[in-house]
């Protein structure tokens, strides 16, 4: 072992190259705590402000509240009219509607694309359809908001003959083309990762084609399917470009999925810009803003939580 | 010595450009393609000042002016006396200079039948106490409402002066400039919208009455000019302080015949001349 021994200044250089790059791991780890604080802070005054809690208290978020005289209690978010409204659950009910949409949407394709992809296709098809839908993610999402805004909306309408040509059903399949290559790499990943060796027994018993991929396969690859949807759903919740142009951005409180919406993320992205530095509306949108940090953080860590066991499990060491 | 001598011409050339000016405009959606023209025009006559304009609603370029983040802020609402107070607790001293006029035309599609509305009408739509065509003379159809978002001048021009400062329906979709709405409603039978008369290219005209008894008027340039077009407006710019060299030369080029025959040829109103005049930096 003697002989092995580094010399001491190359050790000197290896410490400190291996100090050096786990500090920039943990800048990436502070970073992202910074930033929460920051938005926190901002949201802080609806807790601890009195003038602030007269304006937009947490309960006023959360339940309804008589507005003019002689009305009825409702929800409402109209922040900048006379009497200012701030209940959110209009925005929480918008984000939640495009989200459904856009996975009753991509799920399918998606998975079933993955399941093509890894059992049926054939190598030619498998090289070209795998970029191609990687390319999608490729794809602006603003540019896939002005294809909902202008083609889309329209194409629904003749076809569904809609109402309200911008509503939840439209922003949500736009989400979902958006949504559509995380979960399809994902699952697809997840079927490719299940071992030959299954595969193997299940034609040794004599399954064919589709009985190895829908009785051996799919099932082994589940948790990876749905570590694939549970990020594609954070995905949803968070993405903002393309519903602010193709939901109608109007807050409402409907069962229905063809009238208009308002997200959270929309919301922060156009009133951010006019809002008086340190008013209650202010307070307001950064503590949306903490509300959709919170969210997707437990959402994406769900999703790699599963697929962490998903991966134990395949090795068999859980 | 002959390199000393480029580097040196080449470091005062960049120092004069950067010195001539770079001049920054902010604000208002409506007024961004008219700042765009106006900008345009002025560099072509004085290379070397460049000027950069950017939309974002009359209530960002408010906001970016108390900020300190622009040198003019362009708006199509005169500044609230909130806006004042806070940009003068900053040390921002914010100068009005009004220079075109707008009217706010309302958009339908060409597919509507309907010809013209009252002011209590178009009121009644936006608030959400109107709620199908039929009941302002048309078809048996819900009324869209379409709209701006609330960092517009436009908004909040037209919750003043039309809907007397009450709120806009729940069901108003809002859309992210005058150009979105145009096409909105283009696409939408039964959609309604506003916004600059500038932008209304591919739907219908419409006129609009004062009240019951008078004359409709068609919002034209005439009719903005002499005031008998009930919603028009002056559309504004403003400084920090009474602008000096390279800003005051600007804003009275803009001022002159030359700069408001600019504001027509892209179809805005231009101030009567005496006002433009009037409004010159002296």
Not at chain 2, 28 to 55: C, F, H
């Amino acid at each position: 072992m003697d002989k092995y021994r580094f010399k001491p200044k190359s050790r000197i250089r290896e410490f400190i190259g291996e100090k050096f790059i786990a500090l920039n791991a943990l800048a990436a780890l502070i970073g992202i705590l910074l930033i929460f604080i920051f938005i926190f802070k901002e949201a802080v005054p609806i807790f601890s402000d009195r003038e602030v809690q007269e304006e937009a208290s947490l309960s006023k978020m959360l339940y309804k509240q008589v507005y003019y005289e002689g009305r009825e209690p409702k929800w409402s978010w109209q922040p900048n009219s006379t009497v200012p409204k701030y209940s959110l659950l209009p925005l929480f009910l918008g984000t939640i509607k495009a989200a459904i949409v856009a996975m009753l949407f991509a799920v399918p394709l998606a998975v079933g694309a993955a399941i093509y992809t890894s059992e049926f296709a054939s190598r030619r098809m498998r090289e070209i359809i795998k970029p191609v839908i990687e390319l999608l993610a490729g794809l602006p999402s603003v540019v896939l908001g002005f294809f909902a805004l202008v083609v889309l909306a329209t194409a629904l309408q003749k076809t569904f003959g809609f109402t309200y040509r911008l509503n939840a059903i439209n922003a949500g399949i736009a989400l979902g083309i958006a949504v559509i290559p995380i979960i399809f790499t994902v699952a697809e990943d997840a079927m490719n990762a299940v071992p030959k060796s299954l595969r193997d027994a299940a034609v040794a018993l004599g399954a064919n084609p589709w009985q190895v991929s829908f009785t051996m396969v799919l099932p082994a690859a589940l948790p990876g399917i749905a570590a694939g949807v549970v990020l594609g759903f954070g995905r949803a919740i968070g993405e903002t470009m393309i519903v602010l142009m193709a939901s109608g951005n109007a807050a409402i409180i409907s069962a229905s999925f063809t009238e208009s919406i308002r997200t959270f993320s929309a919301t922060i992205a156009a009133e951010l810009a006019e809002v008086v530095f340190g008013s209650p509306h202010y307070n307001v949108l950064f503590f949306i803003g903490t509300l959709l940090f919170i969210f997707t953080f437990v959402i994406n860590l769900g999703g790699d939580f599963i697929l962490n066991r998903l991966k134990k499990k395949l090795q068999g060491r859980s | 010595m002959k390199r000393i001598a480029l580097i040196a011409g080449l470091v005062l050339a960049t120092f004069s450009i950067a010195l001539a000016g770079n001049i920054t405009i902010k604000g208002s959606d409506t007024l961004v393609r008219l700042g765009q023209k106006w900008a345009e025009e002025y560099m072509k006559k004085n290379p070397g000042s460049v000027i950069q304009v950017s939309g974002g609603g009359s209530g960002t370029g408010i906001a970016a002016l108390i900020n300190g983040t622009t040198d003019i802020c362009e708006s199509s609402r005169p500044m609230k006396e909130k806006e004042f107070k806070l940009a003068q607790d900053k040390g921002i001293t914010p100068h009005e200079v009004a220079v075109a006029l707008d009217g706010i035309a309302v958009f339908l599609n060409d597919k509507n039948p309907i010809a013209e509305l009252t002011l209590v009408q178009l009121k009644g739509i936006y608030t959400g106490v109107i709620t199908n065509w039929k009941d302002v003379g048309g078809p048996d159809r819900k009324i869209i409402l379409y709209g701006r978002e609330n960092n517009s001048g436009t908004y909040a021009f037209f919750k003043e002066h039309v809907l007397n400062e009450e709120d806009y329906a729940e069901q108003t979709q809002t859309l992210p400039g005058t150009a979105a709405v145009v096409n909105a409603v283009s696409k939408d039978e039964w959609g309604i919208g506003y916004g600059g008369i500038a932008w209304a290219k591919g739907v219908k005209d419409f006129a609009i009455k004062k009240d019951d008894t008078s004359q409709a008027i068609l919002p034209t340039m005439e009719s903005v000019s002499n005031g008998s077009y009930p919603i028009s407006r002056e559309l504004y710019w403003y400084f920090n302080g009474v602008p000096t060299g390279e800003l005051k030369a600007l804003v009275n080029w803009v001022l002159s015949p030359e700069g408001q025959k600019v504001a027509e040829e892209v179809d805005y109103i231009p101030l009567p001349k005496d006002i433009a005049e009037k409004n010159m930096i002296k």
